[in-house]
Each structure stands twice: as C-alpha cells, then as structure tokens.
C-alpha cells in the first residue's frame, strides 16, 4: 500500500455497510496511528537520553558565554525551527527568554536570496551573514537530505557554531560523519510519525537547556550573563 491509500487506509479497504463500517474503519486507524506514534516517542527515551543531555549543555554553555541558537528547515519543518526558538525565546512568565531565532521567518530575507541567488542557499547565507563562533546553530528535516539545510550546516561548522540536527528515516546525509555534532535521527518512514517524534525530542532538550542553566546560575563561581538562566529585570527586558 503506497500514496494516498497508505495515508487513508480506511477509504480504501473495500469495507461494506456504510457509514457505520466506515466510521469503525477510521476509528481503527486512528488508533492504530495513536499506538504507532506513541511506541516512537517512548522508544527514543533510551536511544537519546544521554545524547538530549550532552547536546544541551553544549547548547546552554554557548549561550551562558553569549551565543544565540538559530534554527532552520524547509515546510512544516519550518514550523517546528520557528516552534522552537519560540520555546527558548518567548517562554511563559516567569521563566527568562533565551535569544535564539528561527532563520525562515525573515520574509524579506528568504525570498530575496531564493530570487537573486538560489534556494540553496537561504539559510547558509543568513549563517553567514548572522552566525559567530560560539552560536548554535539548529537544522530540521524530515529526510536529512535537503539541500540548503546541508548548506547551512556546513556554513555553520566553518564559521564555529555548535551544530545540531534532527532528521528522520535513516539520517540520510545529515548522518554522515562531521556534518553534524549532535544529531538525533527519529527512525521512521513516516513524515508524520518523524516530525511528531521531533517535537518531543526538541520539547525535551529545551527543557534540558533550562534546566541547566538554572543550575549554572546558581552554582557559585560561574560567570552567567545578565539575562541567562535568571529572572531577573534585564532577562525581561
């Protein structure tokens, strides 16, 4: 089964009866999808435990030494770059907003450099133009395989940000060695089940990343920036 049949299962099924069959047929694979997704999410507890860990404290002592996280992706993995500085950046009171930045939601930006230079190299450019040694910077695909993501990616490790990728299926070329210095690849064939998983998983190191900062900035003889891991005035401003 491929195409829409393997999206929508119960249309197809040859089911007879009715509305009552076809309702029994969606219930069915909802909840079957429900099971699939969740199986997925539990399973990467133990596959990224301590990799989740060791990513965010890279992440958190770039930014206790003032980096910024900038994150990036294609589609709806667009949306979750964008949800995940949102994350950091705009979190709900009292907790201080972290500076980090989602690299397509600049409008201007993206479609000037598609129109006058090439959509490959959308988010290397904005790197190039925005990134410092010391920043993070976050890639999100579905397939490990696109384009101007690897791009940024590149451009991210030449100028020395810390690089961090989600990816599904089997990583594709985000997998490969050195592209990436934390990777977490969700191993699905399934479009929905990885960007489902991925949101659990950057949900996850967000925390993470607070939660070690909290800890940094209580820790006597660390050196934390004004707005980092406290609550104080400047962290709202």
Do not use: W
Not at 166 to 175: Q, R, T
């Amino acid at each position: 089964m491929s195409g829409v049949e393997a999206l929508y299962p119960f249309l197809y099924s040859g089911a007879k009866g009715g509305d009552e069959a076809l309702v029994a047929d969606v219930e069915r694979s909802t909840a079957e999808k429900a099971a699939e997704a969740a199986a997925l999410r539990a399973s990467l507890a133990e596959r990224f435990a301590s990799a989740l860990v060791g990513c965010a404290e890279a992440v958190a002592a770039a930014l206790e030494e003032g980096g910024r996280l900038l994150a990036f992706g294609n589609g709806g993995s667009a949306t979750d770059a964008q949800a995940f500085t949102t994350l950091l950046a705009a979190p709900p009171p009292p907790l201080p907003p972290l500076p980090a930045l989602a690299l397509a939601q600049d409008t201007a930006a993206l479609t000037a450099l598609a129109n006058d230079v090439g959509y490959e190299v959308v988010f290397a450019r904005q790197i190039a133009a925005l990134g410092r040694p010391g920043d993070v910077a976050v890639a999100f695909s579905t397939s490990g395989g696109s384009a101007n993501v690897l791009r940024g990616l590149t451009e991210a490790g030449r100028r020395g940000l810390v690089t961090v990728g989600f990816a599904g299926y089997d990583g594709g070329p985000m997998a490969a060695p050195g592209v990436v210095d934390h990777l977490f690849v969700v191993p699905s064939s399934s479009v929905h089940r990885v960007q489902e998983a991925q949101t659990t998983l950057y949900h996850v190191l967000g925390t993470l990343i607070r939660d070690r900062l909290d800890v940094s900035a209580t820790a006597p003889g660390d050196d934390v920036p004004d707005g980092v891991g406290t609550g104080g005035p400047e962290a709202a401003g």
